[in-house]
């Protein structure tokens, strides 16, 4: 071919390149979101991204915009954002295909820029305008376009609730909150027909709902919204029992072993605390325990999770079993424990004011009436407010140790005769405005709404039942041999502790496994006792069960009893020191070079005052 030829042949291919180029660049320029071209609902083929691409669209009220885009992944993986005019973010695809959709459902009228971004790349661009049926709170019969979006805004102290309905053979949905940044706030990544989340703001905030799947699935779905009063959770548990979902799902235990399944028909339960007699609305309380009747000490637990003890007049349940329509009558006296079911939103419209712990174990969310409290420190006489104050622990001889916000404490005598409550329980009747002895009181807790971590009182027993885990009990051993949690064999409850070997088989040779406790108070106990069950299975002779003590925080530890062959639960009982603050206790397992076994169980842990 002569150069003339080469050179023809050159300036056809030019000539019809530029139409090419010019197409894959006709919105050109518009790397920045200030140069972003105004683009109409259509197909849009052969475009290049050079990094960036920006591009905005007017999306009517009652529209949703649709995009997506399609490209070669293995030549550069491009990204998909929209934002509004002020840079803020409104839905997102980012994967790792070669297709980028997403969807944005807005409020009200609103320019919407989108960007193509992330490498160099020719793609195919859809962008869609369809009408919606979403009203910013409710819609069903949805069609999922990859990933959908709708801005959400949540007042401060409010919560927000979302619920997704689909038909989940049809294609897996998960629902997500995000906030502008693109922090995951909540999320619902369920295996079913329904996923729901549920999120509080402390503060007022913008987030953004998202509807999609990693799959992609198009689905038909069903979403709402509401934003509310945050409602805690009802509490799961209580008693050492799960407690059944639904109203009228209650389990009532007897003494003799059977467990009855149905709804508990009282409408109130009396109660005579050793400060005042109460009468509980049902749907207010969670359990109620009367496995220790023969002392006549039985408690209630509430749904807030208050405790109270004292006598339970209510002389009898009312229960309509399942599968019967005809309720019968249960004597309290044949009952060990009542679980009622989680009745869903039961926390509602419930008050915190302070919050008292008594010296008997009891605590409870209660109103302190006109505390014009005067504390003397030798030194000054000052006035307390409660609003300036974080706790004040009383020591029970007139002594009290004041807590403010500050964090700085004092120390002086409370010259108070009685501090008068009102319980943060509506419906207890009378009895729930009442007095007490500052002498009966642990700590109160005074900032409004506070509620502890842990309750416990140092004159009653803290006890451990191992029916969840170890926590916060730590165990120390090695892969032949350890203590764990144990969820069967237990003698009160199903879990306990165990020293064992790997999945409960025989512990190894020359071990030397322990298990601590955290630090147990015990300043208000006059003779302290350490009481637990134990059971063994031990190469009698070398091999042990020990039980130590520490009163140092653990840094030092002196053993107090040890086992050692074959024995069956056994309670055990050990005095400890007397005027100590804390006691920290481990339970050990040591053995030789040769026989092995089964090794030791260990359950209902408690160190209580000698005489309980």
């Not at 009290?400 to 010259?415: D, P, W």
Request: net charge negative.
């Amino acid at each position: 071919m002569t150069r003339v030829h080469v050179a023809a042949a050159l300036l056809g291919v030019a000539l019809l390149a530029a139409p090419a180029a010019a197409q894959a660049n006709r919105f050109e320029p518009n790397q920045t979101r200030r140069t972003a071209q105004k683009i109409e609902p259509g197909a849009y083929k052969g475009l290049f991204c050079n990094e960036d691409d920006w591009y905005f669209i007017d999306v009517p009220r009652g529209q949703r915009l649709e995009v997506s885009i399609t490209f070669d992944h293995a030549q550069g993986d491009l990204e998909l954002l929209m934002q509004d005019g002020r840079g803020r973010n409104l839905a997102w695809s980012r994967g790792t295909r070669s297709e980028e959709v997403a969807s944005f459902t807005p409020t009200g009228s609103m320019p919407v820029f989108f960007r193509v971004y992330n490498a160099n790349n020719t793609y195919d661009m859809h962008v869609g305008l369809s009408a919606t049926p979403w009203n910013g709170e409710a819609a069903q019969g949805i069609n999922c376009w990859g990933a959908d979006w709708y801005p959400v805004a949540i007042d401060a102290g409010k919560e927000l609730r979302a619920e997704l309905a689909f038909s989940h053979a049809q294609g897996d949905l998960d629902l997500t909150l995000f906030d502008l940044d693109g922090n995951e706030l909540a999320s619902s990544t369920g295996q079913g027909d329904l996923e729901a989340l549920r999120f509080s703001a402390p503060e007022a905030r913008q987030a953004l709902l998202r509807v999609w799947n990693p799959h992609r699935a198009r689905n038909v779905y069903a979403l709402r919204l509401s934003v509310g009063a945050a409602v805690p959770d009802d509490l799961p548990r209580v008693l050492r029992r799960d407690r059944p979902v639904g109203k009228g799902q209650d389990v009532v235990e007897l003494l003799n072993g059977d467990v009855l399944r149905g709804a508990v028909l009282n409408e109130t339960f009396r109660l005579a605390t050793a400060y005042s007699d109460l009468e509980l609305p049902a749907g207010r309380v969670a359990g109620i325990d009367l496995e220790r009747n023969r002392a006549e000490l039985e408690s209630i637990v509430t749904v807030d999770n208050n405790r109270l003890s004292g006598f339970l007049r209510t002389t009898s349940l009312r229960v309509r079993l399942d599968g019967l329509e005809q309720p019968v009558e249960i004597r309290r006296e044949r009952v060990l424990r009542v679980i009622f079911g989680c009745r869903g939103g039961e926390r509602a419209g419930l008050e915190r004011h302070q919050y008292v712990v008594l010296k008997n174990g009891d605590h409870f969310s209660a109103r302190v009436i006109d505390p014009s409290w005067v504390l003397d420190t030798g030194f000054a006489r000052l006035p307390l407010q409660l609003p300036q104050l974080k706790a004040i622990t009383f020591d029970g001889h007139g002594g009290a140790n004041v807590t403010r916000v500050t964090e700085m404490s004092l120390r002086g005598r409370l010259h108070v005769e009685e501090v008068e409550l009102e319980m943060d329980i509506a419906g207890a009747g009378p009895g729930r405005r009442f007095k007490v002895h500052p002498d009966r009181v642990e700590v109160l807790y005074c900032q409004q709404g506070y509620l502890p971590d842990n309750v416990q009182a140092s004159g009653t027993a803290l006890s451990f039942d191992f029916e969840d885990g170890l926590e916060p009990w730590v165990a120390q051993g090695n892969w032949n041999t350890n203590w764990v949690h144990w969820p069967r064999d237990g003698v009160r409850g199903d879990g306990c502790l165990r020293a064992c070997g790997p999945n409960g088989g025989n512990y190894g040779d020359n071990a030397n496994a322990t298990v601590t406790s955290p630090p147990i108070p015990i300043a208000g106990l006059q003779a302290p006792v350490l009481r637990f069950q134990v059971r063994t299975r031990l190469e009698r002779g070398p091999d042990f069960f020990l039980a130590r003590v520490s009163y140092d925080g653990g840094a030092s530890f002196s053993e107090i009893h040890r086992l050692t062959g074959d024995n069956e639960w056994t309670q055990v009982a050990l005095a400890l020191t007397p005027g100590s603050r804390e006691v920290v206790v481990q339970f050990g397992l040591t053995s030789d070079g040769s026989i092995v076994n089964q090794g030791v169980w260990v359950d209902a842990v408690e160190v209580v005052e000698q005489g309980q």
